[in-house]
């Protein structure tokens, strides 16, 4: 098994970044992908991003790509979501995840552990 912490959310004004991390404990943190999801107040959780076990291949939603940008340190046990040019609309709770193996990095349904998530609000 794994834990997961997500940390690094917060109010910031529209335009600006945030970096978010999470630190996971248990099991080889290098024998998972990992994920980053978001869910706004009344509506699904969805996909924001994803990094492969190396870090060499990444996945991204279409309405982050370019802004954002996934990365990992396997020597920490940690993932980042570096957030730029943030909107009001990424407002939402932001969980990161994990799963051995995938067939769809985007489906929530194929990652078998989650943190707990960390809050960000953008304000216009």
């Known amino acids: 098994q794994v834990q997961l912490v997500e940390s690094g959310g917060g109010l910031v004004q529209a335009g600006g970044s945030l970096r978010l991390s999470c630190a996971a404990s248990?099991?080889?943190?290098?024998?998972?992908?990992m994920g980053w999801f978001r869910q706004a107040p009344g509506k699904e959780r969805e996909f924001v991003a994803a990094i492969s076990w190396s870090g060499g291949s990444t996945y991204y939603a279409d309405s982050v790509k370019g802004r954002f940008t996934i990365s990992r340190d396997n020597a920490k046990n940690t993932v980042y979501l570096r957030m730029n040019s943030l909107k009001p609309e990424d407002t939402a709770v932001y969980y990161c995840?994990?799963?051995?193996?995938?067939?769809?990095?985007?489906?929530?349904?194929?990652?078998?552990?989650w943190g707990q998530g960390t809050q960000v609000t953008v304000s216009s």
């Open positions: 248990g099991r080889t943190f290098s024998s998972y992908v």
């Open positions: 995840a994990a799963t051995e193996d995938y067939t769809d990095y985007a489906s929530t349904y194929e990652y078998d552990y």
